[in-house]
Structures are given as structure tokens and as C-alpha cells.
């Protein structure tokens, strides 16, 4: 690939969410070629049928994320991995059983057959996007996690870098010279007392990559009130508007402690192997 590449994760089922990205990317001239979801199109919100719709008639190349490998297995849960009994396993009991009676046996055909990862050669780099971690499709990678956990998962690879998701809010980093990228969610926020969702533009040149997280504003108001008007429980509804997550089950507590700071994400350049510039039709 030698022009912008838009990644993002979770669409979580919020068809407002992605009309809003499908425009964005429409209006940025970039097709849904060159889009790449990092997994989990359907979960917390009100419309799984709907946003599936969208995804597969937009043909947006897609990692399966652990919901889809959970629906299209007929699973009893989402397997998110959260402990039985907190927050996050009871809010997940409700969309979940909501999504499983939305899907047609084509949705599920469709979810099944996701790759679990997609190469991507970005200004010569190689680049595998996955969901979760290398081998587990639902580890939680936050930007907290030390730089041993990163230089590990992305060596598991076998790239030299890694575009994931499951997480759910976006951040960047460097780890001796490889790169673990994730997008953020644009179907929830990202937990910064903000509605905004987040996607991402890697712009590939002979130097480098530049890497530019980016908010989406959407119909959060709509998405919310569907999931009421679906009789979805109230904690997701409400992290819409709020921006602010039902439940920190999941974040560890550097995360934590940044709760309700809106996000700022700067954007990032990594450079073309070893520094040197790549002859423009390498790139
Ligand atoms: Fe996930």
C-alpha cells in the first residue's frame, strides 16, 4: 500500500458510529479498500444487524474480532474474558443475547469466515493486524503495559508491526524500533468524559509512516436511544453521552487514574527501516 491506510476497531454494533466513519472516510477520499477494521463489529449497542449490513456491503477488509468468533460459534458469551460476576460479564450477558437474536445465518457465515489476522505492507514495513494480542484473540493490551509485553506480542507476529484492537481506546507506541498501533474504538468512547469515538490514518511516505490518531464525532445522542428504545441495560447507553465506561473491570490503573482527562493523542512518525529513506518504489 502506498497512500493512507484507515484503521479502526469496535464498531460494537453502533450503526450511527459507522455511517459517521464510512463519510469521514468518504469525504478524506479514501475507499473502504483502504479501511481496516481491527474486530468486534457487533457488541454493546442496539443495531448488530444493521451495522453488519454496513460493514459487509462497504467490504471493509476486517480481522474477526472475539465477538464475531463467539456469534458465529454459537458461544453463550462474548468471550471478552471478563470475571464472572463483575460488571463488565453482567453488562455482557445483555447485548449479547440481544446480538444473538439479531444475526441471520448469513451474518454468522460471514463472521466465521474473518481472517484472525491481515498482513499490511505500509512504506516497506510489514505489518500484521490482529485483534487482541498474537496469541490470544482477547488480550487486553493497554498503553500501560510495559515495553517487554509489547516487544514479545509483536516478535509473535513475526512482523514489524502490529495494528490491533479489543482494547478500545487508542494509543501508539515505539518499542526498539517495532511498532504496536491501536486505533481505539469508534463504537464507544474512549472513556475520556468526551462522546467522541476514535480512528486512525497511517499516511505512508519514503521516510516514514505518520501516524495520526482521530476523533469522530457521530449521532451519540440516536445510538444511545436506541439502545434504550431496544430495553438494552442502562450503563453503555449512558457511556455514549457520558463518555465515560459503566465499569474499569478491565483497565489497569495507569488507565484508571486517567479517567474523564479528554484525550490528545499526538500524532507519530516511524521511520523507514533503519533509518534510512526507502526508494519511492519501495514505498
Ligand atoms: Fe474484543
Same mark, same amino acid.
Given at each position: ?188 468512547? +474512549?472513556?475520556?468524559?468526551? =462522546?467522541? !469515538?476514535?480512528?486512525? *490514518?497511517?499516511? &505512508? %511516505?519514503?521516510? $516514514?509512516?505518520? #501516524? ?44 484508571? +487514574?486517567?479517567?474523564?482527562? =479528554?484525550? !490528545?493523542?499526538?500524532? *507519530?512518525?516511524? &521511520? %523507514?527501516?533503519? $533509518?534510512?529513506? #526507502? ?5
Amino acid at each position: 500500500m502506498d497512500a493512507p491506510l484507515l484503521c479502526f476497531g469496535g464498531p460494537y454494533s453502533n450503526r450511527q458510529a459507522l455511517e459517521a466513519l464510512l463519510a469521514e472516510a468518504a469525504r478524506l477520499g479514501i475507499s473502504p479498500a483502504r479501511m481496516l477494521c481491527t474486530g468486534d463489529v457487533v457488541a454493546y449497542c442496539a443495531e448488530p444487524a444493521a451495522t453488519l449490513d454496513l460493514m459487509i456491503a462497504a467490504g471493509i477488509p476486517t480481522v474477526m474480532g472475539n465477538c464475531e468468533e463467539s456469534l458465529a460459534g454459537g458461544a453463550a458469551d462474548c468471550g471478552c474474558g471478563f470475571e464472572a460476576g463483575t460488571a463488565c460479564d453482567l453488562l455482557a450477558r445483555g447485548w449479547f443475547a440481544h446480538a444473538d437474536r439479531q444475526v441471520t445465518p448469513a451474518h454468522r457465515a460471514w463472521m466465521a469466515a474473518l481472517p484472525r489476522r491481515i498482513d499490511v505492507t505500509l512504506a516497506g514495513r510489514r505489518l500484521a493486524a490482529i485483534h487482541g494480542g498474537a496469541t490470544s484473540i482477547n488480550r487486553f493490551l493497554f498503553a500501560s503495559a510495559p515495553d517487554a509485553v509489547f516487544a514479545a506480542e509483536i516478535a509473535g507476529t513475526g512482523a514489524e508491526g502490529v495494528i490491533a484492537g479489543h482494547c478500545g481506546l487508542p494509543f501508539t507506541r515505539l518499542v526498539e524500533g517495532r511498532l504496536w498501533h491501536n486505533a481505539g474504538a469508534i463504537g464507544m468512547p +474512549a472513556h475520556d468524559a468526551t =462522546p467522541r !469515538a476514535w480512528f486512525s *490514518l497511517l499516511t &505512508p %511516505s519514503p521516510e $516514514g509512516i505518520r #501516524l495520526e490518531h482521530r476523533a469522530l464525532a457521530y449521532d451519540h445522542a440516536a445510538a444511545a436511544r436506541a439502545m434504550r428504545d431496544a430495553g438494552l441495560a442502562e450503563g453503555y447507553a449512558a457511556a455514549l453521552e457520558t463518555g465515560l465506561w459503566p465499569s474499569e473491570d478491565v483497565l489497569p490503573p495507569a488507565e484508571r +487514574a486517567r479517567r474523564g482527562q =479528554p484525550l !490528545a493523542p499526538p500524532p *507519530l512518525f516511524w &521511520p %523507514s527501516q533503519d $533509518g534510512h529513506s #526507502l526508494p519511492r518504489t519501495m514505498t
